[in-house]
T-cell receptor, first 117, second 112 residues
Framework: GAVVSQHPSWVICKSGTSVKIECRSL??????MFWYRQFPKQSLMLMAT?????????EQGVEKDKFLINHASLTLSTLTVTSAHPEDSSFYIC?????????????FGPGTRLTVT | SQQGEEDPQALSIQEGENATMNCSYK?????LQWYRQNSGRGLVHLIL?????REKHSGRLRVTLDTSKKSSSLLITASRAADTASYFC????????????FGKGITLSVRP
């Protein structure tokens, strides 16, 4: 199946700093990528839909100026958590699907665990 | 917002037993998918069922869909300790590249 990678797998940063998370589709072109956040023992919450070459679409309640998304190429989308605070500590997961697969199956990255101290 | 609800929230069974997990959703859908997540890891796609399908099988997995009740069930037969994980249903209203709406998840523990 298709492979989606994320980098880094975990990161610890100090409050007030910014952190960038990368999501890459390794063997397919991803015109659309999705960014989720997952708190411990909870489900995935969609944060935004990232579209290659255009602005991301954010879900209600997600601050677009705090969670900057850039999808500059067909294989890379980045999520930057700006001025991170402890409440931003979470597990961030991206997903995408091969546009030509026709299966509607999404492939998820392994996730990035962010801890803000 | 999350629209799916799974039940039970947690399930503990003995190895070899069957595990049944249920999911409900609120809007019309194009398809419904089940995913598995091991602790602290990404999600793995298990099975997809389209809105015009009622039942689907894949190995030890059997999923059903009742669009009139807006519900789905996932059955894992002959469970193994390695099946211990969290399971999520995710509904999709649109086609390709449309977003998934995840349920709250079910934690399955299979005792050896």
């Amino acid at each position: 199946g298709a492979v989606v990678s994320q980098h880094p797998s975990w990161v610890i940063c100090k409050s007030g700093t910014s952190v960038k998370i990368e999501c890459r589709s390794l063997d397919f072109q991803a015109t659309t990528m999705f960014w989720y956040r997952q708190f411990p023992k909870q489900s995935l919450m969609l944060m935004a839909t990232s579209n290659e070459g255009s602005k991301a679409t954010y879900e209600q309640g997600v601050e677009k100026d705090k969670f900057l998304i850039n999808h500059a190429s067909l294989t890379l989308s980045t999520l930057t958590v700006t001025s991170a605070h402890p409440e931003d500590s979470s597990f961030y997961i991206c997903s995408s699907e091969p546009g030509t697969s026709g299966s509607y199956e999404q492939y998820f990255g392994p996730g990035t665990r962010l801890t803000v101290t | 917002s999350q629209q799916g609800e799974e039940d039970p929230q947690a399930l503990s069974i003995q190895e070899g037993e069957n595990a049944t997990m249920n999911c409900s959703y609120k809007t019309s859908i194009n398809n419904l998918q089940w995913y598995r997540q091991n602790s602290g890891r990404g999600l793995v796609h298990l099975i997809l069922i389209r809105s015009n399908e009622r039942e689907k099988h894949s190995g030890r997995l059997r999923v059903t869909l009742d669009t009139s009740k807006k519900s789905s069930s996932l059955l894992i037969t002959a469970s193994r300790a390695a099946d211990t994980a969290s399971y999520f249903c995710a509904s999709r209203r649109g086609g390709a590249n449309s977003k998934l709406t995840f349920g709250k998840g079910i934690t399955l523990s299979v005792r050896p």
